[in-house]
Nanobody, 128 residues
Framework: QVQLVESGGGLVQAGGSLTLSCAAS????????MGWFRQAPGMERQFVAA????????LYEDSVKGRFTIARDTAKNMVTLQMDSLKPEDTAVYYC?????????????????????WGQGTQVTVSS
């Protein structure tokens, strides 16, 4: 079982930056793919970014490419999401997630149902 704890959310003006962190602990934390999802009010949860367990490979949702950067510190079992050039439409609860789905060596999961571990979520609010 892997436990995930997010931190770093808050209120920021449009154009600003925030860094979210997720600490992973438990058996197998080091060989678990890690991802970030977000859910805005009245919307379904949406994939944002992921890094696979190696952690050579990353994947981003189109709207955040070039603005968000996911990174993994394997020694500390932590993953961060650096969010720059934030927009009001980035406002959501952000969730850290972990996946053991490995159909291929290089696979980086992006579907919600491929993730089995979830953090409690952290609110990000971007004001215009």
């Amino acid at each position: 079982q892997v436990q995930l704890v997010e931190s770093g959310g808050g209120l920021v003006q449009a154009g600003g930056s925030l860094t979210l962190s997720c600490a992973a602990s438990g058996d197998g934390a080091s060989n678990t793919h890690m991802g970030w999802f977000r859910q805005a009010p009245g919307m379904e949860r949406q994939f944002v970014a992921a890094v696979n367990w190696r952690p050579t490979y990353t994947l981003y949702e189109d709207s955040v490419k070039g603005r968000f950067t996911i990174a993994r510190d394997t020694a500390k079992n932590m993953v961060t999401l650096q969010m720059d050039s934030l927009k009001p439409e980035d406002t959501a609860v952000y969730y850290c997630a972990g996946s053991r789905y490995m159909p291929t060596y290089y696979y980086t999961p992006s579907k919600e149902n491929e993730y089995i571990y979830w953090g409690q979520g952290t609110q990000v609010t971007v004001s215009s």
